[in-house]
């Protein structure tokens, strides 16, 4: 008996802080404010770094800031950004159609479609404008202490 009370006091001397750590709001929708944060990810098709800034402008609303360290897209030229408005469809996704440029002038139509996954953390689907198949990318929040 004493041995189980010594380890869920371990355990719960771990979990609980880290929780109170994590920090974050919990998945659901994303017009409660789930998004809104600094976001990192591995790209899956090229390995490359991916950094979301994502700021909740109104109630179903996202200015979204996406910086990736190689792009795909562009013949694998290094680093790439695209600014866009998103906003929140009726199952709690973040839909976002925006212009990627690359270094040399060619420009593509790229649909991001972003769920929540759990806390801090969501997956981001990346598409043609036609609803071709680019990468699904998982990213995770960056949280301060």
Do not use: H
């Not at 920090?23 to 789930?34: E, F, P, S």
């Not at 795909?72 to 709690?92: I, M, N, P, S, Y």
């Not at 609803?131 to 699904?136: E, P, T």
């Amino acid at each position: 008996m004493k041995i189980i009370v010594a380890f869920l006091i371990q355990v719960l001397a771990f979990v609980l802080p880290t929780a109170v750590w994590a920090g974050g709001k919990k998945g659901g929708t994303g017009a409660d404010g789930y998004f809104e944060g600094y976001w990192v990810g591995i790209d899956p098709t090229d390995g490359g770094d991916t950094r979301r800034s994502i700021v909740q402008t109104g109630p179903d609303t996202y200015d979204v800031v996406a910086r990736d360290s190689v792009l795909t897209l562009c013949g694998g030229q290094v680093a790439g950004f695209l600014t866009g408005v998103g906003t929140v469809d009726d199952e709690g996704k973040l839909r976002l159609q925006a212009p990627l440029t690359c270094p040399d002038g060619s420009e593509f139509q790229v649909v991001f479609i972003v769920t929540p996954f759990k806390r801090n953390l969501m997956v981001e689907r990346a598409e043609t404008v036609g609803g071709g198949f680019i990468y699904d990318a998982y990213f995770w929040r960056q949280v301060s202490s």
